[in-house]
């Protein structure tokens, strides 16, 4: 049986739709819940009547009761009503009263007086209570001491026989009375201390609250206002406390809306104003209350609804009594006056200072901090009683205040300055750690990163124009050198400074204000006063704590410093740790240090100011990272000079002596030119040039274009130190050395003279570089070196320029401009060729063939170059075209051995022959059987086959050359 949905809707189920949409079996389950539920709800309700007819019961009852009470009430009404109708009948029989005061005997007046005082005892609780509601706390204090009054004269004799105890005896209420206005004394001073203490007091809340205290506990002028400053601080007290359940802007704000409230009081109630009675508010008022010709009697505070037909038999002293001072109330002179508010003033600023800066702290954002300052100016700027500051400032205290600069401004400014502090100390911390990453090891070969090309290298380029902020991307970063690592760790640090800086930027924008007459305010204060020295801060820290980073990497990375401070043994095993991690940490250093001018743009932008904190900052940023590029450098120096020291003149001759060149000479004699032949050193030893070679290559993995020129400058000097320490060395160790290894002595030094030995720094081994040559000159025929030298020479300068490329960046600058200059001294048949060319090329190839290798030519045989070759094929005879081959020197003898006496027959004859192949005999019409490019194809593959591939001399040459036409024509 399939499920029935657990929850259905029986009261809106329709029968027709069950039947339609589903089987038989779920509309049983359906009809059988149906059923259940029908039975369960007739339960229910059994048990609901049940339990309800009991009540009914009693329901019924009590409308029965109800029924017969209204019948009662409805016959009374009736007989009220017949009643009522019979009374205009009997008016005619009533007679009018006599006159009361007519009818009341003199000896009664006395009795009458005591009536109509404890009637005013009695009335008089009521209306101090109507008076304390309203806050109308001097109504209350006069109401006060005229019940006072009452109940003295009730104590006295009132004459008629009355006497004080009978009136206690007879009228027992009088006491109670009295006890309960006894305590509106403790009630209207608590009031009035309430009001005095509410945040925003105006002027006449004070002024009634101050009048109370004063007829209440008849105080002085000085005693009243220490008491109006007492409670006021309480107020300022107590809007601290509050204040820390709030939010901070809304505590500050509260604060200073006492304070201003307190001042403006005190500078309306106590202060002197230029007016003809020179008084205060407060004194005219307390004169006004006082003074008996021009005050009103306080029995008219009762009101009209309070007097009655008794009231005029009050004692005279009641009808007319007055409020009263106990002592005459004077003016507080204005420096008494100035001198409390200072004091108070002083007092208040010290609190809210400090609980400014306790607030303060539980704000962690520099954007919150602002928020405050921009809610205390909108507060004063919408706050009314702000716009009196001025004047009542001036009348009450020693000079004029700002309210923010002197209660909020410095704490606020430190607060801000305490989270830039704490925000750039966390940012070098990151700066910090990612310097010291181990994964930027990976930085010590870049030539994976720089030669590999990506669609987004030119990029940057292209879009120049429309970028901004000249960012280094692509094509640029790879130049640059800068890897990944680099320019990652160079966006964190980039995007924190932003941040960073462009909330302390925030803080100096305001809104523009402007007065009714158009003119621009700066409002209640200068929102931008202390912007400049927010900068300056953040200047000072951020340029401090990166120099103090620089200064602990660099420390960490050169602890050779403390070669003075700790022993030199320990220094020395400490500088020898040369792993390849910390070579690659310090590289990475260095790049990174190199980098942060460049790739971290805030700093240019935020630094910039007439201390000029930003050339600073890039000037210790440049050296440190020159520090830590000739670190890493003195590394791969250490590996050089373990090589250089390696060398030996008795031990792998090989290393030593590598291949020499064979050069043939003649000399003149009486008997005729003589021809002999000679061998000169044609390149550095084997061992010096794989060290040099190893150096290089160690730059060159670390992009040396972006190496400060200084650095390679001292790797430059320290290689000359290194090898001419050891030539030195080797030539003082050894007594005399053969005339071959002399030889290739002053070849070596001869090559590092020429290539690494700068004007900059040549005056420093010139003499040590004299000393070397005499020693190895000493070894030398003297005849000898004259024949060798100028074949020396030139095959030093062919080697360094042919070494420049994978040496250059150990070459100075100057040698660089210098050895470029230097051109072939061959005279050979490749004279044009490019000497840093390894391999000889054919010195005037073909257009369609450029740059082809040729065999190197010797001075005691040559071969015919392809160009010629080429010629002879396409123009046979040199008669044809306006294009004639150049005439060759056949003065080789190996060329042509047979004949020497017609050098010129040879290479013609191939060319007829190709000619003749190629023009039919007979007939004016030339028909070709093959393609003058393929003849010419044939003709100089043919002509390669000796020079090319080390065949034997011309003859051969042509022969091959033959049989290549030859296979041609068949094919």
Known sequence: MSKVAPKLDFLNLDPDEVMRTMSVGEVETVANRLQREVDTKREELRVMVGERYRDLIEAADTIQTMKTSSECIIQGVSSILGSSSTISSLSSNIQSPRSIESSIPVENHSYLSVAASIQLLMKAPERIWQAVDKQELTSAAQLYLISQHVYTGLQGDQGGGISPDRIRQWFPVISRYYATINNFYVGII???????????????????????????????????????????????????????????????????????????????????????????????????????????????????????????????????????????????????????????????????????????????????????????????????????????????????????????????????????????????????????????????????????????????????????????????????????????????????????????????????????????????????????????????????????????????????????????????????????????????????????????????????????????????????????????????????????????????????????????????????????????????????????HNLSVSLHSAHPATIPPDILNRISVAVCEIVFQKFSSLLTSQAKLTQVVALQMEFNVQFLVTMFLSRDFKDKFSSQISDIQSRISSNIDPFDQSVFCEHMTARVKRTCTRELSCLSPLVPKDRVEIIVGFKSTSTTSSSSQDVSNIMNLNPSPPSRFQLLPMATPSSTGGNLSSRKLLDAAITPGGKSGSRSPRTPNYNNNSLHPNNSKTPSTTPYADAKKLAAATTPSGGSSRKRDKSPVAAAAASFFGSMGSSWFGGGSGNGAAGNSNSSNGSANNS
Request: aromatic share 6%; net charge negative; glycine share 4%.
């Open 190 to 692: 608590n009031s009035a201390n309430e009001c005095l203490m509410s945040v925003e007091l105006s002027n006449e809340k004070a002024l009634q609250a101050l009048t109370a205290l004063l007829l209440l506990k008849g105080l002085s002028s000085e005693d009243l206002l220490s008491l109006f400053l007492k409670l006021r601080r309480q107020c300022l007290e107590q809007a601290i406390i509050k204040g820390r359940s709030e939010s901070a802007r809304s505590s500050l704000c509260a604060y200073l809306r006492a304070t201003i409230c307190t001042v403006r009081v005190v500078a309306a109630l106590f202060a002197e104003h230029n007016d003809k009675q020179n008084t205060t508010s407060l004194a005219r008022f307390v004169v006004g209350l006082t003074d008996p010709q021009a005050s009103q009697p306080v029995l008219n505070l009762f009101g009209k609804s309070g007097s009655s037909q008794l009231q005029r038999y009050l004692p005279a002293p009641v009808r007319d009594y007055t409020t009263r001072l106990t002592k005459p109330f004077c003016n507080i002179q204005h420096n008494a006056l100035v001198a409390e508010m200072d004091s108070w003033l002083n007092a208040s600023k010290e609190a809210g200072q400090s609980e400014c800066g306790s607030l303060l702290q539980d704000i962690n954002t520099i954007q919150g901090v602002a928020a405050v300052k921009q809610a205390v100016w909108h507060f004063l700027q919408n706050f009314e009683p702000y716009g009196d500051w001025k004047a009542s400032s001036k009348s009450v205290l020693s000079e004029e205040i700002n309210l923010w600069e002197s209660f909020y401004q410095r704490t606020v400014r430190e607060r801000i300055e305490s989270l830039i502090s704490q925000r750039i100390q966390i940012i070098v911390t990151e700066l910090n750690n990612n310097l010291k990453d181990e994964s930027s090891k990976d930085d010590l070969d870049l030539g994976a990163f720089i030669w590999q090309e990506t669609n987004s290298d030119l990029n940057n380029l292209w879009n120049q124009n429309n970028t901004s902020g000249g960012k280094l991307e692509g094509l640029s970063l790879k130049c640059a050198g800068w890897s990944p690592a680099v320019k990652s760790m160079c966006s964190r640090l980039e995007e924190n400074l932003a941040a960073i800086w462009k909330e302390i930027c925030d803080i100096g924008k305001v809104e523009i204000i402007a007065n009714q007459d158009g003119e621009i305010t700066q409002g209640p204060f200068d929102r931008q006063v202390d912007h400049e020295l927010i900068l300056a801060h953040y200047r000072q820290v951020l340029t401090s704590s990166l120099a103090n980073l620089v200064d602990s990497l660099t420390a960490e990375e050169n602890p050779a410093k403390d070669l003075e401070e700790k022993s030199a043994q320990a220094a020395v095993e400490k500088s020898t740790k040369d792993s390849p991690e910390n070579s690659a940490r310090g590289l990475f250093l260095a790049r990174s240090l190199q980098s942060i001018p460049g790739l971290v743009s805030t700093l240019h932008t935020s630094l910039q100011s007439k201390e000029n904190s930003y050339s600073v900052l890039v000037q210790k940023l440049s050296d440190a990272s020159k520090t830590e590029f000739w670190s890493w450098a003195s590394t791969l120096l250490k590996t050089f000079e373990e090589v250089i020291q390696r060398l030996s003149l008795s031990e792998d001759p090989l290393s030593l002596l590598p291949a020499w060149d064979t050069v043939n000479i003649q000399e003149s004699s009486e008997a005729g030119s003589i021809s002999s032949t000679i061998r000169i050193p044609s390149c550095p030893s084997a061992q010096l040039l794989a060290a040099l």
